[in-house]
């Protein structure tokens, strides 16, 4: 059983920052395994920024140099930095654990940039 819990969303205004947190519990066999997702009204689920398996950092082309991936592995969590938010980010964003083919989601976490 996995459990992921997002937190740190919220409203701000574009240029702005915020930081996400999923914290992860239950049988986790490996933090890199660890992702954001987001999905904006209307549209399908999009991957925001990952690790590889052997921790590489992966983003999605439109947040590249703006966000950034972390993780704190004796604590099982992932971060998601977001700077210089647009407002074209506004979405609700979503932790992802996806191991041998089965992916766990989180609840979700809103986040809306102001123009």
């Known amino acids: 059983q996995v459990q992921l819990v997002e937190s740190g969303g919220g409203l701000v205004q574009a240029g702005g920052s915020l930081r996400l947190s999923c914290a992860a519990s239950?049988?986790?066999?490996?933090?890199?395994?660890l992702g954001w997702y987001r999905q904006a009204p209307g549209k399908q689920r999009d991957l925001v920024a990952n690790?590889?398996?052997?921790?590489?950092?992966n983003y999605a082309d439109s947040v590249k140099g703006r966000f950034t991936i972390s993780r704190d592995s004796p604590k099982n969590t992932v971060y998601l930095q977001m700077n210089s938010l647009k407002p074209e980010d506004t979405a609700v964003y979503y932790c992802?654990?996806?191991?041998?083919?089965?992916?766990?989601w989180g609840q979700g976490t809103q986040v809306t940039v102001s123009s």
């Open positions: 992802n654990y996806n191991w041998a083919g089965r992916a766990h």
């Open positions: 239950g049988t986790i066999f490996s933090i890199n395994a």
């Open positions: 690790f590889t398996i052997g921790g590489t950092r």
